[in-house]
Antibody, heavy 124, light 109 residues
Framework: EVQLVESGGGLVQPGGSLRLSCAAS????????IHWVRQATGKGLEWVSG???????HYPGSVKGRFTISRENAKNSVYLQMNSLRAGDTAVYYC??????????????????WGQGTMVTVSS | EIVLTQSPGTLSLSPGERATLSCRAS???????LAWYQQKPGQAPRLLIY???SRATGIPDRFSGSGSGTDFTLTISRLEPEDFAVYYC??????????FGHGTKVEIK
């Protein structure tokens, strides 16, 4: 079964750090971009980072310099290191599968597989 | 940054009716890299449409997407009870590479 499973969420104080993990199974992990998307309670979706098959990382301005995404293909895993956390970072964090790339081309078809999410709460 | 504006914010319809959801981009979306997602309470989003008009695997044909440039539409031809949810559009080809609209809630009238 193709799936993504997040872990590592929890309660952290403002200014603290947390590392989220996303474990993939059922597909050739190294051929796909993986992204993190968050959702505060009752709010919409916000993309927070993505990492490509060439280990290229991207971030929106809201988290740039505070969040770092990485991947370990040997473990079929992606990580999100979150530093200098703020109350506004409180949300459910989802990982999602994005663009597929083979040796010759890439195919962009949105985020087709999502994990169940992990809750991050930043509070004193 | 490409900003996506979805309208209406809430759509109140009855089962069997047609739903038309709009997503307008602040600048042209690269290569029609526009997707639609459905999200139900307590669940992760589900991909419905990618490339503005291609249905994702397993998505019923009552869901259809259209549009190009800055104006895109998701149409649900006849609402089923399980279609009442929140719908988001996303562009995935710009800079930054991904942004979402704020969502349209389709509720039972």
């Amino acid at each position: 079964e193709v799936q993504l499973v997040e872990s590592g969420g929890g309660l952290v104080q403002p200014g603290g750090s947390l590392r989220l993990s996303c474990a993939a199974s059922g597909f050739t992990f190294s051929n796909y971009d993986i992204h993190w998307v968050r959702q505060a309670t009752g709010k919409g979706l916000e993309w927070v980072s993505g990492i490509g098959t060439a280990i290229d990382a991207h971030y929106p301005g809201s988290v740039k310099g505070r969040f770092t995404i990485s991947r370990e293909n040997a473990k079929n895993s992606v990580y999100l290191q979150m530093n200098s956390l703020r109350a506004g970072d409180t949300a459910v964090y989802y990982c999602a599968r994005g663009t597929y790339c083979n040796s010759t081309d890439c195919y962009r078809s949105g985020f087709d597989i999502w994990g169940q999410g992990t809750m991050v709460t930043v509070s004193s | 940054e490409i900003v996506l504006t979805q309208s209406p914010g809430t759509l109140s319809l009855s089962p069997g009716e047609r739903a038309t959801l709009s997503c307008r981009a602040s600048q042209s979306v690269t290569s029609r890299y526009l997707a639609w997602y459905q999200q139900k309470p307590g669940q992760a989003p589900r991909l419905l449409i990618y490339g503005a008009s291609s249905r994702a695997t397993g998505i019923p044909d009552r869901f259809s997407g259209s549009g190009s440039g800055t104006d895109f539409t998701l149409t649900i031809s006849r609402l089923e009870p399980e279609d009442f949810a929140v719908y988001y559009c996303q562009q995935y080809g710009g800079s930054p590479p991904n942004t979402f609209g704020h969502g349209t809630k389709v509720e039972i009238k």
